[in-house]
């Protein structure tokens, strides 16, 4: 028979047990998430699609408005802007943030200092001085990083296998995002050993794409995931295509708007992964002992219609290796 001193002390371990989604749908709590993004309105098929967030956070005992409410704020591509919005958030208040982006975890670690934050693909959060290491973040920011070093020279060595008599490859890159060094380094490494010469074409401003992508003209060009880039990613693919400029690109949605080829993991990985960065922050877990994740699988999507545009003939081994190609 079960005395009361028993009876308590089960049903006490039992709400120890009790998972904490589930303990703040029954009391009513509603945790505030906030949600930085580097653009000023949701695009259809955009990055800033939270569907696999909410998937991942739904697998997870989180229903939305039940026991969260995601708090978004579409901040552009302005540091300023995307820190002040960031502070906004944090006054809200929210539990944490999430940050897709070097150039918008920098701002959202600055604007709300103190505050979780969980990066969306982060470039080198190492050497942004985001983290102390992957394993060990140390600090109030994880989440998921970008690709390493080895991803970074493919899109190289991509590019050599598409046009065989390449000589020069050009990188472009936003001049505000920290990371930069690491992509260009990571590539220039494979370039070498290719006997490719790399050229880094700066931009600050979405008006200096015309003249950085002209520069690229008689070579090839590689284009990274940067919110600035992806937001006007038709007017680079156009650009591309006027000078007649091969290039490799940061994710599929750019070789469905017609460029020719991409490398790096899917969008969708990133959003799952950061559900379970929310739902661990938000069970008590510490950002600073949660380790950094980073994507193991990659996609090669090639766009055959680009290619003829551009003359291109792809080799047949090429193109076997594609896990995807648009006709």
Known sequence: MMDRRTFVTLV?????LEPLAVRAQQTGKIFRIGLLAPANEPTPGGRIDTEDLLVGLRDLGWV?????LIETRWAGVNPQRQRELAAELKALPVALILALGTTTIRAARDG?????????NAGDPVGARFVASLARPGGDLTGTSAAGEEVLAKQVELLSAAVPQLKRVSVLMNSANPANGFFFDAMALRAKTLGLRLDRIDVAVEGELDGAVAR?????????????????????????????????????????????????SSNAWHWRSAASFVDKILKGAKPADIPVEQPTKFDLVINLKTAK????????SLLQRADEVIQ
């Not at 939305?64 to 969260?68: H, I, P, R, V």
């Not at 709300?112 to 969306?120: D, H, Q, R, T």
């Open 12 to 16: 006490a371990g039992t709400c120890l």
């Open 64 to 68: 939305e408005g039940k026991n969260f």
């Open 112 to 120: 709300a200092p103190g505050l979780p934050v969980v990066m969306i």
């Open 216 to 264: 690229a003209k008689g070579g090839a060009l590689v284009v990274n995931g940067d919110p600035m880039f992806f937001r006007h990613r038709v007017h680079i693919i156009e650009l591309t295509l006027r000078s007649q400029v091969p290039s490799v690109f940061g994710g599929r949605e750019y070789v469905a708007a017609g460029g020719l080829m991409s490398y790096l």
């Open 309 to 316: 545009a551009l003359g291109i003939t792809l080799p047949q």
